[in-house]
């Protein structure tokens, strides 16, 4: 059973820097894509990134290039999302991704607010 758990979201100020963790379970996140998504509120949906495997290419939209880095560590089945220089319109539940047997595996979200 893939399971996806995302932790580290909070409050923030503009230009400050949070990191998001997704633990997954089920799976290697050494041998498959992994992906953040978010979704801020009234909006659909939306790509932030995703890392590759096994040569860890990364992809970034252009909103979040240069200030958001995906990495990922393979002894704790663990992929982060560092954000940095976050903006208000930062603000969004932020999810990560997989697709595996045929199916998108989604955790449950994290919170960010970016606010003064």
């Known amino acids: 059973q893939v399971q996806l758990v995302e932790s580290g979201g909070g409050l923030v100020q503009p230009g400050g820097s949070l990191r998001l963790s997704c633990a997954a379970s089920?799976?290697?996140?050494?041998?498959?894509?992994m992906y953040w998504y978010r979704q801020a509120p009234g909006k659909e949906r939306e790509f932030v990134s995703w890392?590759?495997?096994?040569?860890?290419?990364?992809n970034y939209a252009n909103s979040v290039k240069g200030r958001f880095t995906i990495s990922r560590d393979n002894a704790r089945n663990t992929v982060y999302l560092q954000m940095n220089s976050l903006k208000s319109e930062d603000t969004a539940v932020y999810y990560c991704?997989?697709?595996?047997?045929?199916?998108?595996?989604w955790g449950q979200g994290t919170q960010v607010t970016v606010s003064s």
């Open positions: 991704m997989v697709q595996k047997f045929g199916a998108a595996y």
């Open positions: 890392i590759s495997s096994p040569s860890g290419l990364t």
């Open positions: 089920g799976l290697l996140v050494s041998s498959t894509v």
